[in-house]
């Protein structure tokens, strides 16, 4: 089986809300929150192979098959006023 591309997610941060969170992807479904960068990663992840599995025909193959995954974070730089 020829390589696959990266499946991107682009996640955020409400700072707010004290969340991070997944912005888009690549993944159909996938929407999930947690309290730390951390714990969202470990999230996605786990939530990632059935999303695919479901979803994504191109990514199915071996149940140890790895998926490859780029995280992007998204993020608005702010002014200060003059």
Do not use: C
């Not at 089986?1 to 996640?11: A, C, F, G, Q």
């Not at 951390?38 to 599995?53: G, P, Q, R």
Request: glycine share 4%.
């Amino acid at each position: 089986m020829s390589e696959r591309p990266d499946l991107k997610v682009i996640v955020s941060h409400d700072e707010g809300e004290g969340i991070w969170f997944v912005l888009s992807s690549d993944i159909p479904g996938l929407i999930v929150e947690a309290p730390t960068y951390d714990a969202l990663i470990e999230i996605v992840t786990d939530a990632a192979a059935d999303l695919v599995e479901a979803n994504l025909l191109d990514y199915r193959g071996p149940s140890d098959a790895s998926i490859p995954l780029n995280f992007q974070y998204h993020a608005k730089a702010r002014r200060q006023a003059a």
